[in-house]
């Protein structure tokens, strides 16, 4: 009677440690995955994501841009002293808020035009190994555009010569694409700069704009 019950106790205990050992490995290739495989994944499909939002991006300012036939002189006010150097360059806030707003509304538009997006990753990207990164046949992760759009203006100035300036006017535009996994989701942002209008400014500029450089302001 001892023997069998403790032949019982041998079957209970060797269960438990058979279900401890399968969940011990389905913990760690979750955990395999989500720390080293999906890394290394999204970075795989990121040159793809980030052509497809880099494409999407350039389409709509290009568009925006030639609708409404934005200049310059659409964005920026530049006053002159009587001996020729500039005074002031002022932003114009009302029109650069609507470029920004509409750009905003035609990239949001034309992501949800693409859509879901498929993408191949080879098989071999998921062991985690870089020399193995290349091999296997595809597997397929979706790209989804989840609707995040915020833009920013990017202002710089250029030494172009004996009192010549360039003055160049960029919009950045961060874009957030979701990338599916198997197990799990990553959001990336890609963040895409694009040249609007420039000019260059002939006679002196105020040494503030020239040791300034760079100036970035920004519409959500």
Known sequence: MKKVKNKRLSLKARAYICLGCVLF????????????????????????????????????????IQDEGYKYDDFMQVSYMQDGSVASITADSIKLNNFARELSTLVQIYLDTVGEHDIGIPLGSFTGINALSGIGPNVTVNMVPIGSVITSFESSFTNAGINNVLHSLYINVNV?????????????????????????????????????????????
């Open 25 to 64: 490995v389905v913990l760690c290739a979750f955990l395999y995955f989500q720390f080293v495989v999906s890394p290394l994944v999204v970075e795989v499909s990121r040159a793809q994501v980030d052509s497809i939002a880099t494409t999407v991006v350039s389409d709509a300012i290009y568009d925006v």
């Open 176 to 220: 957030t694409i979701s990338v599916i996994l198997p197990l799990t989701t990553k959001h990336v942002d890609f963040i895409t700069q694009v040249l609007i209008c420039e000019n260059l400014l002939t006679g002196k500029v105020p040494e503030v704009y020239l040791n300034f450089g760079n100036s970035v302001f920004s519409w959500a």
